[in-house]
């Protein structure tokens, strides 16, 4: 018999992004659309890219000290108030499987302990459907 545990974590990210706008970064999502606020792009060589503290399927959580309450525009408003400086907190997601294989006599071995970023989870899932 074969079972598949999965634990969903996450942890905190603190960005300082310096010189101004542009800050190299898109978001999609918010209360608006029922959905929290996700990184979905990251400029090329931009400041978010520059930092390598950001990953797309990162949620922004905050925005210069102010904790943010899942809409967009609300979240727009402050990083376009932020003129030099860009102070973000993001919350990145970490899924870890692990396969237990159990033998007739009991035994239960543990086949393999993957973690990875809920963008990383996408990219991998969705090609076994190709």
């Given amino acids: 018999m074969e079972t598949v545990e999965q634990l969903v974590s996450f942890n905190h990210v603190h ?5 101004g706008a542009p800050w190299g970064f898109t978001l999609k999502g918010g209360l608006e659309h029922g959905e929290p606020l996700i990184i979905t792009k990251i400029e090329e060589g931009g400041k978010a890219d520059q930092c390598k503290k950001l990953r797309v399927g990162d949620e922004l959580v905050n925005i210069n000290g102010s904790a943010l ?3 967009r525009q609300e979240a727009l408003i402050l990083i376009k108030g932020s003129y030099r400086v860009l102070k ?3 919350r990145r997601y970490t899924v870890s499987f692990s396969m237990v294989i159990t033998r ?3 035994c239960r071995i ?4 993957l973690a990875m970023s809920t963008e990383e989870i996408s990219t991998h899932c969705s090609s076994w459907y190709r």
Avoid: D, M, P, R
């Fill in 88 to 90: 973000i907190v993001v």
């Fill in 69 to 71: 309450y899942g809409s």
């Fill in 104 to 106: 007739g006599s009991g």
């Fill in 15 to 19: 960005v300082h992004l310096n010189g």
């Fill in 110 to 113: 543990s086949a393999f302990l």
